[in-house]
């Protein structure tokens, strides 16, 4: 029945991140032993004082619909963590708070790209980006990175990318999938590329920045001639445990929150009001009480890092953020392992699920299909298991 469907809808992939989750939990529910490291969920509860935040909102009988753009005190504390944490000036009109940090993307996609435009997608990048892209008809333009450059792209690179039909570029520091993070002198190197041409609006996806192992996230929007046409996408999903919760919100151009606005208006209307009530304290409650979350993030890292590199044929780099690693795991195409031949990295992660009971995800959904992605959002005794599992067969 799919020639029934939309063009729009047909062109339109699942997104591989929930495919394999998916999979993962219908083997679990035939009762396999499956460690699932292939969702980007922290596995830690909802910090106390946001759940109390929220048990309060519901005693104050928060229960009606909320503004489309976000509740004004909302937009406040948004604003006063842009300040603190960014050194960026985004009055309440500024901001739009969105049913997740997705949306937020989504918003903005529609309210921006007609058909043909052209977006500059430095690889790797989240699944969502190009299937948001295509699905407002506009063109993905990939400047491809590797496990060699540390998955970053060059000011030279992007330059070359740049086309008559460029209207937008997407940074994600830090990465999903690949954990890098872009230092201020590099953002500096593309905004001197990008100075010169004004029409190119530039995404600036930042929902990991509080999940770093001690290297400071810039955010592009405080270079100064950039801020008029950048959009600064964060939300509380990753750093704050809330990722049910669903809050996501973006910094931008007073026009450009409008628009999204208008869109969001007709789509869904306003964010969950005891999430946004929650978020208020969320945002306003120091960094140091997630800091616990944090520290056991890098001692994940530091503990898979070391696991992988000990298994021949896998080539890792050094995540310096989120709680992703992307392994370069070429070595094995073209060669059969338990009966099975691996062609590429969907194959290779396949064979993980079905012998290791491991469920990672494709590179090739990240723009990297060299690689696999695996999240260690999991306890180190997960980690440890899965490694061991999957060094077994590959030995």
């Known amino acids: 029945m799919s020639n029934l469907l939309s063009e729009r809808i047909n062109r339109l992939p699942i997104s591989e991140t929930i495919a394999m989750s998916a999979k993962a939990r219908a083997l679990r529910e035939q009762g396999e032993d499956i460690i699932n ?5 922290p596995d830690f509860n909802t910090p106390d004082f946001v759940k109390e935040a929220a048990i309060k909102a519901i005693n104050d009988n928060y229960n009606s619909y909320t503004p489309v753009e976000g509740y004004v005190d909302l937009r406040k504390a948004i604003s006063r963590k842009f300040k603190r944490d960014n050194d960026l000036d985004y009055n309440i009109n500024q901001i739009v708070v969105s049913t997740g940090a997705k949306q937020s993307i989504a918003n903005l996609v529609m309210a921006l790209l007609n058909h043909g435009d052209e977006v ?23 400047i491809t990175s590797t ?12 330059q070359a990318a ?22 201020e002198k590099e953002y500096r190197a593309f905004a001197k590329v990008l100075e010169k041409y004004p029409a190119i609006f530039i995404l600036s996806d930042e929902i ?7 290297k400071t996230c810039f955010s592009f929007a405080s270079i100064e001639n950039m801020y008029d046409r950048t959009i600064t996408i964060n939300g509380v999903a990753k750093a704050f445990a809330m990722t049910g919760w669903r809050i996501g919100y973006i910094g931008a151009p007073e026009w450009i929150a409008k628009a999204c606005t208008k869109i969001q208006g007709q789509f869904t209307s306003g964010a969950n ?7 208020i304290t969320a945002l306003d409650t120091p960094i140091s009480k997630i800091q616990y979350m944090v520290d056991e993030f890098k001692t994940r890292r530091n503990l898979i890092v070391t696991l992988l590199n000990n298994i021949h ?42 012998e ?31 490694i061991k599992r999957i060094a077994k067969i590959l030995a």
């Open 356 to 386: 290791a009971k491991v469920a990672t995800v494709t590179g090739k959904a990240f723009g990297a299909p060299n690689c696999i992605r695996i999240a260690y959002s999991v306890n180190t005794k997960k980690i440890a298991e899965a």
């Open 208 to 214: 990991y920045e509080h999940i770093n192992y001690g």
């Open 162 to 183: 740049i086309t008559p039909k460029t209207k937008m570029i997407f940074f994600n520091s830090p990465n999903n999938p690949s954990g890098s993070i872009y230092s």
């Open 37 to 41: 490291m292939s969702l980007g969920e």
């Open 147 to 158: 496990i060699r450059s540390n998955f970053k792209i060059t000011p030279k690179q992007l």
């Open 313 to 354: 044929g896998i080539k890792t780099n050094i995540p310096e953020g989120s709680f992703y690693i992307l392994p370069d795991v070429s070595y094995y195409f073209g060669k059969t392992i338990k009966g099975k031949y691996i062609n590429n990295a969907a194959d290779f992660s396949l064979l993980l699920l079905e």
């Open 120 to 142: 500059l997608l430095p690889t790797p990048y989240w699944v969502s980006y190009s299937a948001l892209i295509n699905l407002a008809g506009a063109k993905c333009v990939e």
């Open 273 to 279: 009001c005891i999430a946004q009530r929650a978020t």
